[in-house]
């Protein structure tokens, strides 16, 4: 399987700081790496598909960068809701897998 | 809009088989390939398998001898089995569209179902 590490496993941050969250895979996933946000208690949801693509209606603060085996996620503003659990997740090899995600906290 | 519900017992005892079924609204069943995702409480999410209306299906090695999964497209509802069930198959269960456009992602998804596994 394709091991997704992300990191850091937490964070907190001031609104409007710029947060950065790295995915590293295991083996080499091309582009085929997605971005989820996660509230307590909710489904995850879509933020970045294919390593940099903005899903429709996600805010433009969010983006996402590389290929291969190394990945980030940068939120340029902080904002108050943006709290909650990130996770990548490889969809180039079978079985599919996830990061053990990126808790980010308002301070 | 795509929205996707799952269905199913909230309790399941040891040993048995969990089933659980999704009802897709707004696009046909038919039109994409569907999936199931579980989280244990606090950890990460972990892929089950996913399956196209034609009913072929992709499993996760690590529960293929204990997964089926099954379409309806009568219905617009797809379904999943997991048989053998012990406490550390107690989580929520997620069922989500895979979008396929070259590259491959998991949107939108059910709010998710838990299921705990106890006699």
């Known amino acids: 399987d394709v091991q997704m590490t992300q990191s850091p496993s937490s964070l907190s941050a001031s609104v409007g700081d710029r947060v950065t969250i790295t995915c590293r895979a295991s083996?080499?996933?091309?582009?085929?790496l997605n971005w989820y946000q996660q509230k307590l208690g909710k489904a995850p949801k879509l933020l970045i598909y294919?390593?940099?693509n903005l899903q429709s209606g996600v805010p433009a603060r969010f983006g996402g960068s590389g290929s291969g085996t190394d990945f980030t996620l940068t939120i340029a503003s902080l904002q108050p809701e943006d709290f909650g659990t990130y996770y990548c997740?490889?969809?180039?090899?079978?079985?599919?897998?996830f990061g053990q995600g990126t808790t980010v906290e308002i301070k | 809009q795509v929205q996707l519900q799952e269905s199913g017992p909230g309790l399941v005892k040891p040993s048995e088989t969990l089933s659980l079924t999704c009802t897709v609204s707004?696009?046909?069943?038919?039109?994409?390939?569907w999936s199931w995702i579980r989280q244990p409480p606090g950890k990460t999410l972990e892929w089950i398998g996913h399956?196209?209306?034609?009913?072929?299906?992709t499993y996760n090695p690590s529960l293929k001898s204990r997964v089926s999964m099954s379409v309806d497209t009568s219905k617009n509802q797809f379904s999943l089995k997991l048989t053998s069930l012990t406490a550390a198959d107690t989580s929520v269960y997620y069922c989500?569209?895979?979008?396929?456009?070259?590259?491959?992602?998991?949107?939108?998804w059910g709010q998710g179902t838990l299921v705990t596994v106890s006699s």
């Open positions: 989500v569209r895979r979008v396929v456009q070259g590259n491959n992602w998991f949107d939108p």
């Open positions: 707004g696009v046909s069943i038919k039109s994409s390939y």
């Open positions: 083996q080499s996933v091309a582009h085929y």
């Open positions: 399956i196209f209306h034609d009913g072929s299906t």
């Open positions: 997740q490889q969809s180039y090899r079978t079985p599919r897998t």
């Open positions: 294919a390593a940099s």
